[in-house]
């Protein structure tokens, strides 16, 4: 248990001491590319959560999916999006946990901001209390300002310069409400937090609803390409994995007795995945169970 405290008290002096010349640098990878257009992943280092922003670049304009936890990252991100030269002309915002919208209030001051309605709802009454919270935690690497979303996102069909894309709600998963966006032409799934690759997954609650998400993301089998929202980009494989992981979870909250217990499992379980500090955020903040030691 105090390891636990320590180590989160670290991650925290870290975080205040860390400044954007420090802090270890984000990824790119090209995850798709088509005659039409291309999909870029941007993702946190792992020990930064290994968040993940979507970019997908059309003839003349790109879409953003996620705007990252960190302003470090969302500045990293703008200066990735400003080398392709177009203009972004709608910025997704996937579901209304912080480490997807906190980012990019100052980076990107001016983008059009997009979010099915409850997400945009659920920014507008929680997001500003929690930004002024992780402002107090982390210091400077969290953003100053706040971007809501200012266009609701309804489900469907839509066509932009000639590529589908489909938006479907999926409820009751990692979050309550999240959007998944579908681009048939490069058979990419942006599933967002309901797949999490080589991430510890980040538990608030009993698991049923996140594992019938991933089931229904199994039965969409034309989609070869799965785009996280912890992780790179991979392929079907990652939904059994999660599914497993999701077992895993449960065995370890039926059996142990501590926190320190539980963690340790799923450490021994998954040694190389990213995030392990995922877990002393959720077992700390999130996840209610009397454990039989405290
Ligand atoms: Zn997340």
Same mark, same amino acid.
């Given at each position: 248990m105090k390891k636990i405290i320590l180590s989160f008290t670290l991650l925290l002096v870290l975080f205040r001491v860390s400044t954007s010349q420090n802090l270890p640098k984000a990824s790119v990878v090209q995850a798709a590319q088509t005659k039409n257009f291309k999909i870029y992943t941007f993702v946190s280092p792992n020990e930064m959560f290994a968040v993940t922003s979507h970019v997908i670049e059309l003839p003349s304009q790109l879409i953003v999916v996620d705007g990252q936890f960190f302003a470090p990252y969302a500045q990293q991100l703008k200066s990735f999006t400003d080398s392709?030269?177009?203009?972004?002309?709608r910025f997704y915002i996937s579901h209304d946990h912080p480490d997807h919208y906190l980012g990019f209030g100052d980076a990107f001051p001016h983008v059009e901001v997009y979010a099915l309605k409850e997400t945009k709802e659920g920014i507008e009454k929680e997001g500003q209390e929690t930004l002024v919270k992780r402002q107090q935690q982390f $210091? @400077?690497?969290?953003?100053q300002s706040l971007r809501t979303p200012s266009h609701i996102q309804k489900e469907g069909r839509e066509t932009i310069e000639g590529v589908t894309f489909l938006f479907e709600k999926s409820l009751d998963?990692?979050?309550?409400v999240s959007l998944t966006i579908k681009i048939p032409e490069a058979k990419a799934y942006i599933a967002q937090d309901i797949v999490y690759n080589h991430t510890h997954l980040f538990i608030h609650g009993h698991t049923t609803g996140w594992r019938k998400a991933l089931k229904d993301i199994q039965k969409d089998?034309?989609?070869?390409l799965i785009l996280p929202g912890h992780g790179k980009p991979t392929d079907r494989s990652v939904i059994q994995e999660d599914l497993k992981y999701l077992d895993a979870v449960d065995k370890a909250l039926a059996e142990s007795k501590s926190k320190q217990e539980y963690k340790s499992r799923l450490q021994a379980a998954y040694?190389?995945?990213? $995030? @392990?500090q995922l877990m002393d955020i959720y077992l700390n903040y999130y996840l209610k169970k009397d454990w039989a030691v405290k």
């Open positions: 392709l030269n177009k203009p972004i002309t $210091g @400077a690497i969290i953003a998963n990692e979050a309550q089998s034309q989609y070869t040694p190389d995945y990213a $995030g @392990a």
